[in-house]
């Protein structure tokens, strides 16, 4: 056939007329998709805002179908979802969020407030400013989004793709039977894939979430993102399917990487396992290992013990170890919360008989059931026995300390170390040091040792063998910029042959400073307190509706004799037995005692001074040490035996 003009041009319209009609006028007639919870009836409101928001251009930049790749939107997209949508607005770009699940997230109030003025509620918008609508077109609108997706507020975290949704933990528990007196400790923890669990994250995941397991590790500060704390919700409750998709495809907007990249699906539940027995739902287990056996049974320090030695074992505790052992070694760091079983007591006296090759052998390979690193994946073996040195040394005291200074039959530290010049020189406080920042760096960090009165007589630290430093011993002398320099070099190096930790290793410089103008001008200059700051009674709004009755009520408890026990232990070195100001603490201190109580104050005064403590004083800010419930303690025992009231 000849193509003619017509021909072509009547060719052409029965290919274009065919398209239309497979690609529009059929898929129309048979297209009858089941529907879904998503679909929904529009009422007149939200069909009236539905025609809004398209003839506004709206679906320009928001789009309402999520497709298989998306993560974040909800799930996919089906075709039931749009039986009552005629015409279908699927949207065309995402310039703006995908709107598919938006029902319930926003209330209808922000909706139209974010009309009127998208920056003020999303400083970043790229959105125009809808003020042009009339009020009945935004609440339509409004109206129109409030009723879109599921409709459920999701107070959770987003649900796991399709490819992760019910997976379970496949490693099955071992059966064990209970009886006979082997240890039992490593071959459960071995059988159940735990080790392995354990060496994984150790390798992979230790520098970002911690030995710990709160996020804080040594890379973490790094980073703008703050790896997941582990310990709290949502990871608390967070079901497997959701745990091993996070770490089998990372977590987007961070640095968490697809671990499925570098680790089998096996080494990925593992992990997924440890993780979730070890810091998210912990159950306390007896660590049952034995003794050190194989290449580790009978071994001996080959290092001798020096100084140098001992310093470079103390630098290695400050950055791996103190978080959960703590600088003194009492079990007592600051990250610990939550860790079953809790880090051991090594000033408890029991360790009398523990072996270099038992300290060697837990440290190397971590302890079974808890979340005690293996740091021979981390640290090599000298590094290892620098360690055993140093906790043996200055902790469980079954090593002698190296030869040092002697005073009369009393060891004194090396002081022969010289700081670097440079700190004499050239380091003076700079123009933001603050003296009630450094209270709080010195109550969290140093008061456990140090005492809070500074008398060396700290709860944790009187064991220890050189004692901490009696501050007080500063009273009266000069405050010198030299003094300011060598001050902050003592903090920031620590004292060798001593646990005074090196805190260059873990407080940042600003924190640094901040303690130690606390010291100085608390033990060297001093701020005495002359008089009661009771004054006329008066509390800050946000304590004045407090009690004790009404904490009682709410089905709290408050125990007088935990009270009276955290009395002793924190307020009687400076406020004496009786609340006279009388403490031994304050005997030569350049801050004298504090006053004398009063006996009118009403408990709201008492637990504010005591979880806010007083400005420009010595006397700290409990909030950061205590709990809520421990301060009422306190208050309760006060007001009964200090203020002579009585009570419960």
């Not at 440890?274 to 194989?294: A, F, K």
């Not at 039959?409 to 123009?431: I, L, Y």
């Not at 304050?586 to 009403?602: E, I, L, Q, R």
């Not at 504010?608 to 403590?613: A, H, L, Q, S, V």
Request: aromatic share 12%; glycine share 10%.
């Amino acid at each position: 056939m000849k193509m003619t003009v017509r021909i072509t041009i009547v060719g052409a319209l029965v290919v274009f007329f065919a398209v239309v009609t497979a690609v529009v006028f059929i898929p129309s007639l048979v297209w009858d998709p089941p529907q879904t919870v998503i679909a929904h009836a529009y009422s007149d409101l939200e069909a009236q805002g539905r025609k809004v928001f398209y003839s506004n251009g709206c679906n320009y930049c928001h789009t309402q179908y999520v497709r298989e790749a998306d993560t974040a939107m909800g799930p996919v997209s089906e075709g039931g979802n749009f039986v009552f949508d005629n015409p279908m607005i699927l949207g065309s770009e995402r310039t703006g969020p995908d709107l598919s699940y938006i029902g319930r997230k926003r209330s209808e109030g922000w909706e139209i407030d974010h009309l009127k003025d998208p920056r003020e509620l999303s400083p970043m918008s790229l959105m125009a400013n809808y003020k042009f609508l009339s009020d009945e077109e935004m609440e339509a609108v409004a109206a129109y989004l409030f009723e879109l997706g599921d409709r459920v507020a999701a107070e959770r975290m987003i649900r796991p793709p399709d490819a992760y949704v019910h997976k379970v933990d496949p490693i099955s528990y071992e059966m064990v039977s209970l009886a006979g007196d082997e240890p039992k400790g490593w071959p459960t923890f071995e059988a159940a894939g735990l080790k392995e669990g354990k060496e994984l994250y150790v390798q992979h995941c230790l520098t970002c979430h911690g030995c710990a397991g709160n996020g804080l590790g040594t890379y973490a500060g790094t980073l703008t993102v703050a790896p997941a704390d582990l310990k709290r919700e949502p990871f608390r409750s967070m079901p497997e399917d959701q745990f091993f998709w996070h770490v089998s495809e990372g977590v987007q907007g961070s640095v968490m990487p697809p671990w499925k990249e570098s680790l089998t699906e096996d080494e990925r539940w593992k992990v997924v396992r440890y993780v979730r027995l070890i810091y998210s739902q912990p159950v306390m287990h007896d660590p049952d290992e034995g003794d050190p056996v194989g290449e580790y049974a009978d071994l001996t320090n080959p290092l001798p013990n020096s100084v140098e030695v001992l310093d470079e074992g103390k630098q290695i505790w400050i950055r791996e170890c103190m978080v959960c052992h703590g600088d003194e070694g009492r079990g007592h760091g600051p990250y610990r919360e939550i860790l079953e079983p809790g880090p051991p007591d090594f000033g408890d006296g029991t360790y009398g008989d523990a072996t270099d090759a038992d300290y060697f052998w837990r440290i190397s390979e971590g302890v079974p059931w808890t979340a005690m690193p293996t740091w021979k994946l981390v640290y090599q073996e000298e590094d290892r026995w620098k360690l055993v040195h140093y906790i043996r040394t200055f902790f469980t005291q079954t090593e002698d300390r190296p030869p040092g200074i002697q005073e009369g039959d009393e060891p004194k530290p090396n002081v022969d170390f010289q700081f670097p010049e440079f700190f004499q020189t050239s380091m003076r406080f700079p123009e933001d040091v603050s003296f009630e920042r450094g209270k709080v760096v010195f109550l969290v960090n140093c008061a456990h040792c140090h005492g809070l009165a500074g008398d060396g007589e700290g709860w944790d630290g009187q064991y220890l063998n050189p004692k901490p430093a009696d501050l007080r011993k500063k009273a009266g002398k000069e405050l010198t910029p030299e003094t300011q320099g060598e001050h902050m070099a003592r903090v920031t190096f620590g004292i060798k042959d001593t646990a005074m930790p090196y805190w260059g290793e873990f407080l940042p410089w600003e924190d640094r400073w901040d303690d130690v103008k606390y010291v100085l001008e608390a033990w060297m200059v001093g701020r005495p307190v002359t008089s009661s700051v009771y004054g006329s009674g008066e509390v800050p709004g946000s304590y004045a509706t407090i009690g004790s009755q009404m904490y009682l009520d709410e089905g709290h408890t408050i125990s007088v004799t935990h009270g009276a026990d955290l009395y002793s232990q924190l307020c009687v070195t400076c406020h004496g037995d009786t609340g006279k100001g009388d403490g031994p603490g304050n005997v030569g201190s350049a801050s004298g005692g504090p006053a004398s109580f009063s006996t009118d104050m009403a408990e709201q005064y008492i637990y504010w001074r005591i979880w806010e403590g007083v400005p420009e004083s010595t006397m700290p800010p409990f909030k950061w040490f205590l709990s809520g419930n421990d301060v009422w303690d306190i208050t309760v025992y006060f007001e009964q035996s200090i203020g002579g009231r009585g009570g419960y």
